[in-house]
């Protein structure tokens, strides 16, 4: 979770979309929020698709996350931005499970392995959404297929994502209709990317006897090389938007 949280430090977004293709689907999914509307993220990061969704339409929503420092971070922004109407709870989703069918937008964005993975995720927000309402994912896609070398540095199974095109046949498979996708482009991916690195170069930096940040100095290593030398072209993200029947 250090990792996480010191890579991620200055960033909204946790994660490589941009902000404008962010506020794309928030246009989508608004309308069907307008009247007493409820949304949930799953692994909600510091809340931004949360409160930009209360932003626009006043909707109430609720935000789970594990990570303490992420949550702190979300109800500071909540209450500036969007008060009284987001609660934001640390916790994993197995601690936290919904009643069927009781909110118009679930979403989780970067953080499938909650559920064990895409189609345990995808089916997880189908029963948390009322009928007619929305699901958003954010996942990973192979752009092109990785080597060996990369998928070391990644920690990763070739197996474990696939391309766009089954990530988005795997929403319509789990019974839902994808009515918006974005794909993280190459400048979001850099900016993300190098911020995360400077991050953990100016954790280490600062922090020089601590094995810890020895340890997070290491995987920032591995990290931009890996990227530089395979993954800017080999692993894409996307944000999905469907609708339930």
Same mark, same amino acid.
């Given at each position: 979770?250090?990792?996480?949280?010191?890579?991620?430090?200055?960033?909204?977004?946790?994660?490589?979309?941009?902000?404008?293709?962010?506020?794309?689907?928030?246009?989508?999914?608004?309308?069907?929020?307008?009247?007493?509307?409820?949304?949930?993220?799953?692994?909600?990061?510091?809340?931004?698709?949360?409160?930009?969704?209360?932003?626009?339409?006043?909707?109430?929503?609720?935000?789970?996350?594990?990570?303490?420092?992420?949550?702190?971070?979300?109800?500071?922004?909540?209450?500036?931005?969007?008060?009284?109407?987001?609660?934001?709870?640390?916790?994993?989703?197995?601690?936290?499970?919904?009643?069927?069918?009781?909110?118009?937008?679930?979403?989780?964005?970067?953080?499938?392995?909650?559920?064990?993975?895409?189609?345990?995720?995808?089916?997880?927000?189908?029963?948390?959404?009322?009928?007619?309402?929305?699901?958003?994912?954010?996942?990973?896609?192979? *752009?092109?297929? %990785? +080597? $060996?070398?990369?998928?070391?540095? #990644?920690? !990763?199974? &070739?197996?474990?994502?696939?391309?766009?095109?089954?990530?988005?046949?795997?929403?319509?498979?789990?019974?839902?209709?994808?009515?918006?996708?974005?794909?993280?482009?190459?400048?979001?991916?850099?900016?993300?990317?190098?911020?995360?690195?400077?991050?953990?170069?100016?954790?280490? *930096?600062?922090? %020089? +006897? $601590?094995?810890?940040?020895?340890? #997070?100095? !290491?995987? &920032?290593?591995?990290?931009?090389?890996?990227?530089?030398?395979?993954?800017?072209?080999?692993?894409?993200?996307?944000?999905?938007?469907?609708?339930?029947?």
């Amino acid at each position: 979770m250090q990792y996480t949280t010191v890579g991620h430090r200055g960033m909204a977004i946790c994660n490589p979309i941009g902000s404008d293709q962010l506020d794309e689907v928030i246009e989508l999914l608004a309308p069907t929020l307008a009247r007493n509307g409820r949304a949930i993220d799953i692994g909600c990061g510091k809340g931004e698709l949360l409160i930009r969704l209360a932003e626009r339409s006043g909707c109430a929503g609720l935000g789970i996350d594990p990570n303490p420092e992420f949550i702190a971070e979300a109800r500071a922004a909540a209450e500036k931005r969007v008060p009284g109407l987001i609660q934001f709870v640390e916790g994993k989703a197995e601690g936290h499970v919904p009643s069927p069918g009781s909110y118009d937008v679930s979403a989780v964005v970067g953080a499938t392995h909650a559920y064990g993975g895409t189609q345990g995720t995808l089916a997880a927000l189908v029963r948390t959404t009322r009928p007619g309402g929305y699901v958003v994912l954010g996942d990973g896609f192979w *752009r092109r297929p %990785p +080597d $060996d070398a990369y998928l070391e540095e #990644l920690g !990763a199974t &070739r197996d474990e994502l696939g391309p766009l095109s089954d990530l988005v046949l795997g929403v319509e498979s789990a019974g839902l209709e994808p009515l918006q996708v974005v794909v993280a482009r190459d400048a979001d991916w850099d900016r993300y990317t190098w911020t995360h690195l400077r991050n953990l170069e100016a954790h280490a *930096r600062n922090h %020089p +006897d $601590d094995p810890q940040a020895a340890r #997070l100095w !290491a995987r &920032r290593k591995a990290g931009r090389n890996g990227y530089l030398r395979a993954g800017r072209d080999v692993m894409g993200f996307a944000l999905i938007a469907a609708k339930r029947a």
